[in-house]
């Protein structure tokens, strides 16, 4: 069964710098989506991305974030200057076509600690 | 706003005993629900939705409008069930991200 995968599974990163985590969506997907879950707390939406642009975004999505489709199979989470309140398991899901119809694909997460 | 509530943090069952777990939504368009489930240490996994009234794992959900509900439930629980389960909801429109519960542990006891 085709898989969503997520790399790293665990980054460590100092407070104020960048991290990148990478997620690779099942080859004929067409909306992509970055979600978080803070411990302890719910799984959040973050953005949704469509046709090369974000599509959706929630308040939690601020100018420190960044989504990107560099090459037409990774689709990238950029944190520009890592607060520690960014500490979340992070989660890449696809889906095949609007989501609420077609279902959504998680990958396995990326678990980020900024100390 | 749209809410999704799932009111139990944790739900001890034995084995064999039904489960039911409660979900309710606050939206006031045409939702359509799912059933998300996490093994320990593994991703979330599509158990069921709405939509498709179907039956996974011998686990069942009905959408109930008029409660606003999509309560999960088993006959007769399976130790491998043990799990945390989140109710999620997806709007209507083009808008097409999820809005989860906070999710309920389930521990099925032999």
């Not at chain 2, 034995?14 to 006031?28: D, I, Q, R, T």
């Not at chain 2, 489930?37 to 959408?63: C, N």
Request: net charge positive; proline share 4%; with cysteine.
């Amino acid at each position: 069964e085709p898989e969503v995968t997520q790399t790293p599974s665990h980054q460590v990163t100092q407070m104020g710098q960048e991290v990148i985590l990478r997620c690779v969506p099942i080859s004929n997907h067409l909306y992509f989506y970055w979600y978080r879950q803070i411990l302890g707390q719910k799984v959040e939406f973050l953005v949704s991305f469509y046709n090369n642009e974000i599509s959706e975004k929630s308040e939690i999505f601020d100018d420190q974030f960044s989504v990107e489709r560099p090459d037409g199979s990774n689709f990238t989470l950029k944190i520009r200057s890592t607060k520690l309140e960014d500490s979340a398991m992070y989660f890449c899901a696809s889906s095949e076509g609007l989501g609420r119809y077609y279902g959504y694909t998680f990958g396995s997460g990326t678990r980020l600690t900024v100390v | 706003a749209q809410r999704v509530t799932q009111p139990e943090k944790l739900l001890s069952v034995f084995k064999g005993a039904p489960v039911e777990l409660k979900c309710n939504y606050s939206y006031s368009g045409s939702p359509e629900l799912f059933w998300y489930v996490q093994y320990s240490r593994q991703r979330l996994q599509l158990l069921l939705r709405h939509i498709s009234r179907e039956s996974i794992k011998g686990f069942t959900a009905d959408l109930n409008k008029g409660e606003t509900s999509f309560h999960l439930k088993k006959p007769f629980a399976q130790e491998e069930d043990s799990a945390m389960y989140y109710c999620a909801l997806s709007r209507g429109g083009s808008q097409g991200n999820l809005i989860f519960g906070k999710g309920t542990k389930l521990s099925v006891k032999p």
